[in-house]
């Protein structure tokens, strides 16, 4: 199966700054990567999918790209209500969809 | 704006069987595809599978021998059940439903709030 990892497990960030979060694959997915952000207490919510489509409603301070194996959510200018957990998932295998470990962005 | 809600037990005994429904209102769930999706502080998200509203399924490989899904579009519902339940089997568990129509994307863009379910004696 294909194996997620994030990187950093966990940053702290001031309104303002740009935050990139990195997630890599431990094979070739594609394009078929997906990232969400889940608050405490709350379901996760659909940020990009294909590696660099914004979804629907979401702010145009979030982008995501690829290079390879690795792909990388970043946020131009990090807003109050951006504190939250992300998690990348590969929609390639689809015998088994996986999600990374999360990344935990919290207030500098 | 569909939205999603998940109900069952909130604690299951150690051997039986987990049972949830999803209902879905806001939109009919004829032509969607419909997940079950789990979060535990030890295994993290863990994705459980989906069924299509024709009845059609695909669950991951690691509990597809627990697994059953159904759906029910009388009443805009699907269902998981989950047999032989241990510890490792306490998460909560989400429903979502998937961006795509005529194929799965599994690109997940509508979430239920999420149910915990503790599996203790």
């Known amino acids: 199966d294909i194996q997620m990892t994030q990187s950093p497990s966990s940053l702290s960030a001031s309104v303002g700054d740009r935050v990139t979060i990195t997630c890599r694959a431990s094979q070739s997915i594609s394009n078929y990567l997906n990232w969400y952000q889940q608050k405490p207490g709350k379901a996760p919510k659909l940020l990009i999918y294909s590696a660099s489509t914004l979804q629907s409603g979401v702010p145009s301070r979030f982008s995501g790209s690829r290079s390879g194996t690795d792909f990388t959510l970043t946020i131009s200018s990090l807003q109050p209500e951006d504190f939250a957990t992300y998690y990348c998932?590969?929609?390639?295998?689809?015998?088994?969809?996986?999600f990374g470990p999360g990344t935990k962005v919290d207030v500098k | 704006q569909v939205q999603l809600q998940e109900s069952g037990p909130g604690l299951v005994k150690p051997s039986e069987t987990l049972s949830l429904t999803c209902t879905v209102s806001?939109?009919?769930?004829?032509?969607?595809?419909w997940n079950w999706i789990r979060q535990s502080p030890g295994k993290g998200l863990e994705w459980i599978g989906y069924m299509y509203s024709s009845g059609s399924t695909n669950y991951n490989p690691s509990l597809r021998s627990r697994v059953t899904m159904s759906v029910d579009t009388s009443k805009n519902q699907f269902s998981l059940k989950l047999s032989s339940v241990t510890a490792a089997d306490t998460a909560v568990y989400y429903c979502?439903?998937?961006?795509?129509?005529?194929?799965?994307?599994?690109?997940?863009?509508?979430w239920g709030q999420g149910t915990l379910v503790t599996v203790s004696s």
């Open positions: 979502a439903r998937d961006r795509g129509s005529n194929w799965p994307t599994y690109n997940f863009d509508d």
């Open positions: 998932q590969q929609s390639y295998s689809t015998l088994e969809i996986t």
């Open positions: 806001g939109d009919s769930i004829n032509g969607c595809y």
